[in-house]
């Protein structure tokens, strides 16, 4: 699978792994910050540069306008997409004084899913992905780890959740309810299933580099 690495402009909690040689490197707008604070030299600066300016010499630039659809991090996304990419790992996608873009980014996990991707949306020691029938192993990183997953998309049904705290099987989850906020992993992995329908789930990792 080809990787894309994008870096958003909120807020950075520190690289989960780091860059490998083949990987598609995407700054978008301020991202580009992050990568000049880590030492890494994107493929590719995206953006409509409303909260920087475009470096003068850094020339792989693609200028968006101001007024679009998509948002800058969306657009790399999409470029990603067009390059081949099917594994996604998004920093800086999330905190900040932005909410919206947090709850954008979350919708653009989904977005990369119904696109035969998969994305990974790094938090504050935390990291989400989308799932739409299917199954989906999470790994335990950390003893006592924190799992939430949510509906994405209205009515979510068949959700079964194992080697966790509190088990459930052949329930429904709506995106009114709240009712997968907070389980704790205790096995080595927990595995989650949804017969129809797409959730968002998100999980506690291990410390950062």
Known sequence: MKRCLIFAAGTFYGLVQRPEQGDLIIAADAGYRICRQEGIVPSLLLGDFDSMDAPADFLSVCRLPVEKDDTDTLAAIRYGLEQGCTEFHIYGGTGGRRLDHTLANLQALLFL????????????????????????????????????????????????????????????????????????????????????????????TADVL
Do not use: K
């Open 113 to 204: 899913r119904r696109h035969n991707a998969r994305g990974w949306l790094y938090d504050d020691a935390f990291v989400w992905t989308a799932m739409e029938n299917e199954t989906l192993a999470v790994p335990c990183a950390v003893e006592w780890g924190l799992l939430s997953l949510f509906c994405l998309d209205g009515r979510a049904e068949g959700v079964s959740v194992t080697g966790v705290q509190y088990p459930l099987s052949d329930g429904v989850l709506t995106s009114d309810f709240p009712l997968g906020v907070s389980n704790h992993i205790l096995a080595d992995e927990a595995m989650i299933s949804v017969r129809s329908g797409a959730l968002v789930v998100g999980w506690q």
